[in-house]
């Protein structure tokens, strides 16, 4: 089986692999379509510490060929999204509401998945391997849909749509009428802008130093397009919402400078959602007198809060109803020896998303 491995080095190699068999609770999956997540890039350049032999890939859609004899949850045949954090049901956090904390995480994660060329064990991202043309995991990370909707913009839902809608709809609750400022407008981004337009919001305006970015924020719902390069970024949000600030602002970049711009385009009692996902030594400093006197809220969004087995139908709906626009999120279909070049046009702004169709 052909896939996309962290070899230690910027560029993914792609190799020839050989899975292991399937365990009880595991299901092998035929991958169809696979997003290329500014996450994988993240981990290709070093944000979090990975050793080598990592099939990356997190976010993606499939068919199940085989499961093993205590799966339940999906059988053979079925349509399914990956979900890069499985949601159990039964830990604490599945049973609290906050499945997108499940304790099976880091067990899934770190679970080694078969062998590589050399004979070496090769491990797979957040327990998936999506850049792959097949993939064995865990029965809790997949999530079946009964829908009709193409591939490529299915595997989206898998990380990108979720973690952007749902930051907007779960995390912020954005409320209609309000204000919405974007920071950072690529795949994840772009997830939020219509999940405030969803909402309801009055006034979403999308932060971008990219031209195509801005561009396209503007079809995904954007009413407003601020590009940094024109001055202060905080001070035309203010301009743009009476002097005050957002009563939203999103951070979808993952850098503690970004971080600190949001927080100041919040109005006073307003709320900062940190979506992006910085490097893992980075910090971050908010001014304490400002914590107290402006009164606002910082609220960190893993996955969109995601609760996936209830999620990736409901946004699976909305896409069907026309009501989130998924088709045009999807940049360029490419094949799996055209990661590497996915990762540069990420990196140029070229993209909103790239999807790898490994058939």
Known sequence: MRAAVFVGSEQLAIENIKPADPGPQDVVVEIQA?????????????????????????EGTGKVVEVGKEVSRVRKG?????????????????????????????????????TREDGSPYFAMTGLGTFAEAMTCNQHSLVKVETDV??????????????????????????????????????????????ARIAGASRIIAVDGQ?????????????????????DPVQQVKDLTQGRGADYSFEVVGLPETMITAYNMARKGGTVCIVGMARADATVTFPAFQLFFEEKR???????????????????????????DVSHMVSRKIKLDQVNEAFRAMEAGEVIRSVIMPG
């Open 34 to 58: 696979s997003g290329v997540c500014h996450s994988d890039l993240s981990l290709a350049r070093g944000y979090v510490p990975l050793p080598p032999g990592f099939v990356l890939g997190h």
């Open 78 to 114: 079925d349509r399914v999204i990956a979900s890069f954090i499985p949601a159990c049901g039964n830990c604490w956090y599945c049973q609290h509401d906050q499945s997108n904390h499940c304790d099976l995480e880091s067990e899934t994660a770190f679970s080694p998945r078969g």
């Open 150 to 195: 193409p591939a490529e913009q299915l595997s989206l839902i898998g990380c990108g749509v979720t973690t952007g809608v749902g930051a907007a709809l779960n995390t912020a609750e954005v409320l209609p009428g309000s204000t919405v400022a974007v920071l950072g407008c690529g795949g994840v981004g772009t997830a939020v802008i219509q999940g």
């Open 211 to 231: 031209p195509l970015k801005r561009e396209q924020a503007k079809k995904f719902g954007a009413t407003d397009v601020v590009d940094p390069a024109q001055g």
């Open 298 to 324: 910082i609220l960190g969004s893993k996955y969109g809060t995601a609760h996936v087995r209830r999620d990736f139908q409901r946004f699976v709906d909305l896409i069907e109803t026309g009501r989130l």
